[in-house]
């Protein structure tokens, strides 16, 4: 059974850091390309990074700059390291997996097929 399994969110200040995990089973996690998304109460979700096999990167504009996402698959292993935090990424953070078309990272949430359950992260002002 495909599971991924998120971990690390928290409370943080203002210009605070966290870094979530996302340990991945049940499948051959480094044939997959991995996203976070996130999404805040009144708000749609929204893509954050995203990751292909080739470990190149996206990100929304919101984060660029402040966010780095990175995977390790040995370990099975996907994580976001959020710096210089804002009240306005305060939100639940998913993390998503699906097969790699080898075209680059997405962050469109409706082409990944897997999903954990999430993270809570909030930013305090």
């Known amino acids: 059974q495909v599971q991924l399994v998120e971990s690390g969110g928290g409370s943080v200040q203002v210009g605070g850091s966290l870094r979530l995990s996302c340990v991945a089973s049940g499948f051959t996690y480094s044939t997959y390309a991995m996203g976070w998304f996130r999404q805040a109460p009144g708000k749609e979700r929204e893509g954050v990074a995203a990751i292909d096999t080739d470990g190149s990167t996206k990100y929304d504009v919101a984060v660029k700059g402040r966010f780095t996402i990175s995977r390790d698959n040995a370990k099975n292993t996907l994580y976001l390291q959020m710096d210089s935090l804002k009240p306005e990424d305060t939100a639940e953070y998913y993390c998503?997996?699906?097969?790699?078309?080898?075209?680059?990272?997405?962050?469109?949430?409706?082409?990944?097929?897997?999903w954990g359950r999430g993270a809570q992260v909030t930013v305090s002002s």
């Open positions: 998503a997996a699906e097969p790699s078309d080898g075209l680059g990272p997405v962050l469109h949430g409706v082409w990944y097929s897997y």
